[in-house]
Nanobody
Framework: QVQLVESGGGLVQAGGSLRLSCAAS????????MGWFRQAPGKEREFVAR????????AYTDSVKDRFTISRDMAKNTVYLQMNSLKPEDTAVYYC????????????WGQGTQVTVSS
């Protein structure tokens, strides 16, 4: 089992920045990929960014490219999402997720953290 705990959400004005953290514990050796997803009110959950557990590979959805950066600290088993130039449309609950080696889907999810961007 892997446990994920997010932190760092909050209220920020448009153009501002936030950094989300996701601390992983448990069988972290089984993780291949960590991802961030978000869900806005009335919308489906969408992919935001992912990073390989080794940190060698990253990917982003088009709407956040050049504004968000995903990274990880191996020593702390923590993944970060640095969000710059935030827009009101970035408002959502952000979830951290982990995918196990050999699995196509994300197996573990955090509880979510609210990000609200005011105009």
């Amino acid at each position: 089992q892997v446990q994920l705990v997010e932190s760092g959400g909050g209220l920020v004005q448009a153009g501002g920045s936030l950094r989300l953290s996701c601390a992983a514990s448990g069988r972290t050796s089984s993780i291949s990929t960590m991802g961030w997803f978000r869900q806005a009110p009335g919308k489906e959950r969408e992919f935001v960014a992912r990073i390989s557990w080794s940190g060698s590979s990253t990917a982003y959805t088009d709407s956040v490219k050049d504004r968000f950066t995903i990274s990880r600290d191996m020593a702390k088993n923590t993944v970060y999402l640095q969000m710059n130039s935030l827009k009101p449309e970035d408002t959502a609950v952000y979830y951290c997720a982990a995918r196990r080696v050999g699995y196509p889907d994300y197996n573990y999810w955090g509880q979510g953290t609210q990000v609200t961007v005011s105009s």
